[in-house]
């Protein structure tokens, strides 16, 4: 299956943004998850949502801000992120995971490219 992201772009900080994932295949037993790199570090967990979307795992940085929902039948996941930050600037990138629900990190094998999100104070 292949990830694509879309809908970063360039927002004042206070601001939403929301992001699309489109899956190029069936996504509907497996947890998708939003990561993110900043410049100069590593990429690192933002959320994560089971596979009957049933439940969720953010990041406490982000906890409060940002949702994730799924769309089985259409292959899709979004985030919605709200109240941004200018920390929040990076790339995200949507991922799947090899279980149906969050385990952990480790357990994301697929990944799309990134979309930039800029949020200036």
């Known amino acids: 299956v292949q990830l694509q992201a879309s809908g970063g772009g360039s927002v004042q900080a206070g601001g939403s943004l929301t992001l699309s994932c489109a899956a190029s295949g069936r996504i509907s037993r497996s947890v998708m998850g939003w990561f993110r790199q900043a410049p100069g570090k590593e990429r690192k967990f933002v959320g994560a949502i089971n596979f009957?979307?049933?439940?969720?795992?953010?990041?406490?940085?982000?906890?409060?801000?940002?949702?994730?929902?799924?769309?089985?039948?259409?292959n899709t996941m979004t985030l919605q992120m709200n109240s941004l930050k200018p920390e929040?600037?990076?790339?995200?990138?949507?991922?799947?995971?090899?279980?149906?629900?969050?385990?952990g990190t480790a357990g994301f094998s697929s990944w799309g490219q990134g979309t930039l999100v800029t949020v200036s104070s």
């Not at 009957?52 to 259409?74: A, W, Y």
């Not at 990076?90 to 385990?103: D, Q, R």
Request: hydrophobic share 25%.
């Open 88 to 103: 929040d600037t990076a790339v995200y990138y949507c991922a799947m995971g090899e279980k149906s629900h969050y385990t």
């Open 52 to 74: 009957s979307g049933t439940n969720t795992h953010f990041e406490d940085s982000v906890k409060g801000r940002f949702t994730i929902t799924r769309n089985n039948v259409k």
